[in-house]
């Protein structure tokens, strides 16, 4: 079979050729996109992700300071061996809340690789956290009377 064309005849191996050419650039083109449809969807997801995570850890520093005001204000109120208590305690939680800063800060730089298990080791320490921070009122509760004393 043969094409008649305004410059002559173009044989049907050509044709076979050139259009397969094109098939398969097209596809590359389509592939190619896909995956870059692919990546963004991951980016969004991971962005989403670390959006969420940085939420949870600025609410859990929040927290922090909320408690570390809460504890210094009984400070006035304690025994000495309850002030020391309540001092350490503060102490505790400033550790915590400068590696809540400090993961803040990881957080912006962490690449996919790396985050699932940046995500599962700051969401337990932000678990732990709450938790730890839970059971402080619990332990200074039950020394209520020595706080009230003074």
């Known amino acids: 079979m043969k094409f008649i064309t305004n ?5 049907m191996e050509r044709v076979k050729i050139i259009s397969t050419v094109i098939i398969f650039l097209f596809m590359g083109l389509l592939i190619t996109s896909c995956k870059d449809a692919s990546e963004n969807a991951n ?36 025994t000495e061996e309850t002030a020391e208590k309540i001092n350490d305690q503060v102490d505790k939680l400033k550790e915590r809340r400068e590696k809540l800063r400090a993961d803040l800060k990881d957080l912006k730089d962490e690449s996919d690789d790396t985050w699932e298990n940046f995500k599962s080791d ?22 209520t009377e020595s706080i009230n004393k003074k």
């Open 43 to 78: 980016n969004l997801m991971y962005g989403n992700e670390k959006l969420e995570l940085t939420d949870r850890i600025n609410n859990t520093i929040n927290r922090i300071d909320e408690k570390i005001g809460e504890l210094e204000n009984r400070l006035d109120k304690a």
């Open 122 to 143: 700051v969401e337990k320490a932000i678990n732990d956290t709450e938790e730890w921070i839970n059971n402080i009122d619990v332990d200074f509760n039950n020394d």
């Open 7 to 11: 410059n002559g005849v173009i044989k």
